[in-house]
DNA sequence: TCGCAAGGTCTACGTCGTAGGTATACGCTG
DNA sequence: CAGCGTATACCTACGACGTAGACCTTGCGA
């Protein structure tokens, strides 16, 4: 297959795009550098991408697609909801320093719209009206991407070398407080700066949500 | 009184970096630019701040200052904590493109700081033991400066012409969806691009963060 | 066979953050 | 009042970035 010397695959820029920024944060993606990735002029890009921010879009909508919405069930409306939110951050959580982009993206690519869709009717099932149920659907998907992207940790890959002396030093501020004055915080420092376990981080994240989704329907 | 003919004042540098972010959005806030408005060279910045990012913190700093905390009371603590996350809403609300910046600095910032001990304070009070209100803490401010980023219109301010044509270019997009496929997304379309009100949207976001506390204490 | 569009290349512009070295004026010391 | 250290501002320059515009090459459909 005498197929071009040189032909780019949108798909695979995307793939690699992705696999930079996981390991080297989104700062290192860069139209030269995917270029050069994939053997080619920064501008060929262009001929596949209307501009970086489509890209990113692109990577974006990429994270999305991962989505695994939970099959239908007979259980209780918020149990379901939170079975679908899990779904969302399950398929954010490998990405945290891209988790973000899927912020304007959901309402677009097809898998976001599946979900919020889905979210809503579960909403409305458990008794909002269609467009409360809107709005709080919108905050909490919101706040669940948040989740991921400040998820402790995600500042920082690389080597577990520079990542471990960051806490430190972080450690080191907190610890240098006075215990008088902040006695909570200073007896917290380690979780407040690196929680127990990333599954309880997650866990409770999606149980404050779901908790107050519930908690202001009953208002 | 015979000072420098050009004397550099950091918190004036700040105040218009915050001008200028929130006008035309944080990515005019550059060195260059800064330094115009200052009459002066960019280089000069450097007296002042280690680098750019040390200018941003500077940023987040100056509006975590803006918080008001309430004054002690002998209401209950969930009302308390409600009162608490308020003040802090409150605080960003003005600066919604800037609002990110203080997701590293609470924990640096003194007024940060006050807030965070005393947010734990009122969820130990609420029966949390502390670790656990690290943790829920954490995440509940997290959720509000989220709040306050993703805040409806946060995008562009400019003129509201530009602004309203943005809008219309949404609502066309989710207008063209399918009503049979995606119902409630189409018939809820104006609220997910536009809440009704502001200060519902913010009211909505803190009963959220609050309910979702009270919610995982319960259980 | 030929035309032409799709896709890649080359060059260049303006902007960014910032490294390194230099000049100047304030304000303290004697 | 002389002298000097230090704080402050300046200048020049570099390398990276996104991207505009004109050009070349390939291979498919008519």
Redo the contacts between chains.
Sequence with gaps: MPTLTKRLDPTQVVDSALELADTEGLDAVTLRRLAQLHEVTPMALYRHFADKNDLLNALGDRLLADIELPAPSDQPWDRRLHQMLTAFVDALRPHPRVAGLT?TRI??AEPG?EM??RT??LL?EGGFD??Y????G???I??L???VT?EPGAGENPEPAAREQGLRL?RA??GA?DPK?????T??AD??IC??STD??YA??V??????????RD?
């Design positions: 912020l309402l677009v719209l919020a869709e809503m009717e409305v269609t467009d149920a809107a709005e709080v919108r905050q909490s919101c706040s991407i948040t989740l400040t972080k501020a907190l407080l004055r902040y006695p909570l915080i007896s917290a979780t407040l929680p127990t309880q981080y409770l994240g149980d404050l949500v779901v908790a107050g989704i519930r908690g202001v208002a």
